[in-house]
């Protein structure tokens, strides 16, 4: 069995390394992707703070998957505080939720054109046109397309205008009408790949135990945290080499390696199934369809004119917010002493499960085809990266 290293990974969020053991035609016997870059400290960094400096912080742990992590991190402090927001800015949290994931769902597809379309420019430019979609409905709930300052603990600061709404309105129909196109375009492709032999049939594919807690928003109570199990890297990895440079805890649930994201949302809430190699990719499209709807829904009940924001005292207490983020459940938890100040912080993203759905998937497909089935799990790296093993030594 021969040992092949993929370096730079190309195409993903941040900076991946894949380490392959081949046999016999190349085909993968055993995978491993790992982040391959430093840790940066976010929740070391968020100890000592005021709630003000919380959301500001963590929307900043990354640039595609920000407002998730700005819920979460909010609805952790909500459930401490045993604060809840008014039902507008609820909805309006909610819309600027889905924007972020029809903005991180139109960045999967941009990476992937190369690999199905070429330099297709018509093609490219439908996913630009998407980002911007998605951009401009963060932009509009939360005032900024990237890190939105409307996005606070007790709701949201401001409502929008009928404007806004009817903007946000436009924007997703819009969405929906391109994403729609580019979906049978997507499939047209698999299929005329599957027919022609130039691509396996199941390529890609796992049939593991599901995560989610809701098909938009997320929910607390749909998880159990004594269930969660997150592990340091040597406790998953049995290379010294990869453990020494692999910056990211790996999280199972219920023991399992357990698969989160857009193919356990659309499977677990909508029935969806694909015969298509590389289906996840499919889930992705048909996961932004359905985010765009519900925002269609929400503008529906949205009161442009009513409250959105509560209050709450400071009180000493622990907290859990979990949100569905562009790539699955997004978990935050945090303690309170009694002034507000934030004792302890710790993060569990979707990305510290799907690492092993990814090492899962590789098995048995061709080793020309590891990048691109990496590519299509969308894994955030930066979100992942934020574990290190420190060793006391005497001086």
């Given at each position: 069995m021969s040992t092949i290293s993929i370096y730079p990974m190309t195409r993903i969020e941040a900076d991946g390394k894949i380490v392959l053991w081949l046999g016999e035609d190349d085909i993968i016997e055993k995978a491993h992707f790992y982040p391959f870059m430093p840790v940066r400290g976010f929740e070391r960094m968020l100890v000592g703070k005021s709630l003000q400096f919380l959301p500001?912080?963590?929307?900043?742990?990354?640039?595609?998957?920000?407002?998730?992590?700005?819920?979460?991190?909010?609805?952790?402090?909500?459930?401490?505080?045993?604060?809840?927001?008014?039902?507008?800015?609820?909805?309006?949290?909610?819309?600027?939720?889905?924007?972020?994931r029809l903005q991180s769902h139109a960045m999967h597809m941009l990476f992937l054109l190369n690999d199905f379309f070429g330099e297709n420019r018509e093609i490219m430019k439908m996913v630009f046109k998407m980002l911007e979609l998605g951009s401009e409905i963060v932009k509009i709930s939360g005032h900024t397309p990237i890190h939105p300052s409307n996005v606070c603990v007790g709701g949201m600061l401001k409502n929008i205008s009928d404007k806004g709404k009817t903007e946000i309105e436009k924007c997703a129909k819009d969405y929906i009408s391109i994403i729609t196109e580019f979906e049978s375009l997507l499939k047209e492709k698999l299929e005329s790949l599957l027919n022609e032999n130039r691509i396996p049939e199941s390529l890609g594919n796992v049939d593991l135990p599901l995560l989610t807690t809701g098909p938009y928003y997320g929910d607390r109570e749909k998880i159990e945290l004594l269930d969660l199990n997150v592990v340091p890297p040597d406790k998953y990895y049995d290379s010294p080499d990869i453990v020494e440079e692999c910056g990211s805890a790996i999280a199972y649930y219920r023991n399992s390696i357990t698969e989160t994201g857009p193919t356990a949302r659309m499977k677990t809430y909508f029935n969806f199934h694909s015969k298509l190699p590389l289906s996840v990719n499919i889930a992705y499209i048909e996961d932004a369809i359905k985010g765009c709807e519900r925002i269609l829904e929400i503008c529906e009940e949205l009161n442009v004119r009513g409250k959105t924001r509560n209050f709450a005292q400071p009180e000493a207490g622990k907290g859990i917010g979990v949100h569905e983020a562009p790539r699955g459940t997004n978990i935050h938890v945090l303690s309170l002493r009694k002034d507000g100040i934030i004792t302890d912080y710790r993060i569990i993203v979707p990305t510290m499960f799907n690492i092993p759905v990814i090492d899962t998937a590789l098995i048995g497909a061709p080793a020309s085809f590891a990048e691109i089935i990496v590519r299509s799990y969308d894994p955030c790296l930066s979100c992942a990266t934020h574990s290190i093993k420190l060793e006391k030594r005497r001086l």
């Open positions: 500001v912080a963590a929307m900043r742990i990354c640039g595609v998957c920000h407002v998730t992590h700005g819920i979460a991190a909010i609805e952790a402090a909500e459930h401490a505080l045993h604060l809840e927001p008014p039902r507008d800015g609820a909805l309006l949290r909610e819309i600027a939720g889905l924007g972020n």
